[in-house]
């Protein structure tokens, strides 16, 4: 009984954490959360016409592109995917989207290229749903813990550019989204607060009684990873990159010649 009233607990304590606390330095992904936004945000304005947000959860970033767009078409891989759910309007496969060619003018992917058994199949059919003239904004980890049953790939820098380069994307830019001092206060924090107090069992109670403690010196490595990336700059270990792309009028790619893949049987969202 004791057990049961805990599991309770514990889900109600993690969705009012992520609820009330993310946006703010005294929880463990305030970095991750705040440098995503910020990213996505500085290059909504590139959006325009249909976007297509491929694995789009919760549709975290459809606030940032109002009025921007005509229409935001959230795609996930079935009702059930993504984290506590999602509000996918078209649901199949990234490697197979159910979607016409050369039908939407802007596609969001982020933090997705991580998850699928095959990324090239994925920016093929990216670049296939792509009007010429097209933009693609793309996010994906580099240093990040494994966060998923589904959890195959790490990009380092140049990769995601390099995939896209193969498809016929032409790269505007890529560039990091932390500095090394902010990514190891977010791997530090992921490690001794979330794992440590939050997902081990006999340290959650301990946990409940010392959080404010705890909030406090969150607080704090997240504050000295920041003056860190600031005092001691560095790149090499920024714990995501940001990708933008467009596609050209004529794609020459390195799988040209190959039929596109063959749509899934179409399960709608709702």
Same mark, same amino acid.
């Given at each position: 009984? /004791?057990?049961?009233?805990?599991?309770?607990?514990?889900?109600?304590?993690?969705?009012?954490?992520?609820?009330? +606390?993310? =946006?703010?330095?005294?929880? #463990?992904?305030?970095?991750?959360?705040?440098?995503?936004?910020?990213?996505?945000?500085?290059?909504?304005?590139? %959006?325009?016409? $249909?976007? +297509?947000?491929?694995?789009?959860?919760?549709?975290?970033? =459809?606030?940032?592109?109002?009025?921007?767009?005509?229409?935001?078409?959230?795609?996930?891989?079935?009702?059930?995917?993504?984290?506590?759910? !999602?509000? =996918?309007?078209?649901?199949?496969? %990234? #490697?197979?989207?159910?979607?016409?060619?050369?039908? $939407?003018? *802007?596609?969001?992917?982020?933090?997705?290229?991580?998850?699928?058994?095959?990324?090239?199949?994925?920016?093929?059919?990216?670049?296939?749903?792509?009007?010429?003239?097209?933009?693609? /904004?793309?996010?994906?980890?580099?240093?990040?813990?494994?966060?998923? %049953?589904?959890?195959?790939?790490?990009?380092?820098?140049?990769? /995601?550019?390099?995939?896209?380069?193969?498809?016929?994307? *032409?790269?505007?830019?890529?560039?990091?989204?932390?500095?090394?001092?902010?990514? +190891?206060?977010?791997?530090? !924090?992921?490690?001794?607060?979330?794992?440590?107090?939050?997902?081990?069992?006999?340290?959650?109670?301990?946990?409940?009684?010392?959080?404010? +403690?705890?909030?406090?010196?969150?607080?704090?490595?997240?504050?000295?990873?920041?003056?860190?990336?600031?005092?001691?700059?560095? !790149?090499?270990?920024?714990? !995501?990159?940001? *990708?933008?792309?467009?596609?050209?009028?004529?794609?020459?790619?390195?799988? %040209?010649?190959?039929?596109?893949?063959?749509?899934?049987?179409?399960?709608?969202?709702?």
């Amino acid at each position: 009984m /004791i057990g049961a009233w805990l599991r309770r607990l514990h889900g109600a304590d993690i969705r009012w954490s992520e609820r009330y +606390l993310v =946006a703010t330095p005294l929880h #463990a992904g305030f970095w991750v959360r705040r440098r995503l936004q910020s990213a996505i945000r500085s290059e909504s304005a590139r %959006a325009r016409g $249909v976007l +297509l947000d491929v694995g789009c959860g919760r549709k975290p970033y =459809a606030p940032l592109f109002a009025g921007r767009i005509s229409r935001y078409i959230g795609m996930e891989y079935s009702l059930g995917a993504g984290y506590r759910g !999602n509000l =996918a309007d078209v649901c199949g496969d %990234a #490697a197979a989207i159910p979607i016409a060619a050369s039908s $939407v003018d *802007t596609v969001l992917c982020t933090e997705v290229l991580e998850h699928v058994p095959d990324p090239d199949l994925v920016v093929r059919e990216i670049v296939r749903v792509l009007k010429p003239g097209g933009v693609v /904004i793309c996010t994906a980890p580099f240093v990040y813990p494994v966060h998923d %049953a589904y959890d195959f790939f790490r990009y380092s820098p140049g990769t /995601i550019p390099a995939l896209m380069r193969r498809h016929g994307l *032409t790269v505007d830019f890529e560039r990091p989204l932390a500095g090394t001092g902010v990514t +190891l206060a977010i791997m530090l !924090n992921l490690y001794w607060f979330e794992i440590g107090f939050l997902w081990t069992k006999w340290l959650y109670p301990i946990g409940l009684v010392l959080r404010p +403690l705890l909030w406090c010196v969150v607080m704090l490595v997240n504050v000295a990873g920041w003056l860190f990336e600031r005092l001691l700059p560095s !790149n090499h270990m920024s714990f !995501n990159h940001l *990708t933008v792309a467009h596609r050209p009028d004529i794609v020459r790619s390195a799988t %040209a010649g190959t039929s596109a893949a063959a749509a899934p049987r179409l399960e709608r969202a709702g």
